[in-house]
């Protein structure tokens, strides 16, 4: 994949944020993504009355993903209920690491960035086989 066009991510995560079921915070988020062979996934956020059990709109993105066959991320872009660039949480950039790679590009409030600035020195699949002691 060559070229983002991260104003359509942009739309589609505004899209997907529209549908964010957040009766609690009043907070909706969506996210678009694009994967290395061009397809893209959206997700928004799902609240719950037992909040701890909430879904972060990234974790819809990776469910997406993986329902459609899978593969890795290239780029994603996660709104909030403004439409401007949000920082995903922690637990998300994980997710993003672990279904992007370090090289994924991720829209952040600062502007484009990879994951390996994102979450550095991150903790992947990798490291359980050759950390793990076994």
Not at 3 to 25: F, N, Q, T
Request: glycine share 14%.
């Amino acid at each position: 994949m060559s070229e983002v066009d991260w104003e359509s991510l942009r739309e589609k995560a505004i899209e997907a944020s529209r549908r964010a079921y957040c009766p609690y915070s009043d907070f909706p988020v969506g996210v678009a993504g694009v994967t290395t062979d061009g397809r893209v996934f959206t997700g928004c956020n799902v609240e719950n009355a037992s909040y701890g059990v909430g879904l972060c709109a990234e974790c819809g993105l990776v469910s997406a993903l993986h329902l459609g066959g899978g593969g890795l991320f290239a780029a994603v872009y996660c709104v909030g209920g403004d439409g401007q660039a949000l920082m995903p949480c922690g637990r998300c950039r994980q997710l993003l690491w672990e279904n992007g790679g370090p090289a994924c590009l991720l829209m952040t409030p600062e502007g484009v960035l990879p994951m390996s600035q994102i979450l550095p020195q991150a903790f992947g699949p990798d490291d359980l086989a050759t950390r793990s002691g076994h």
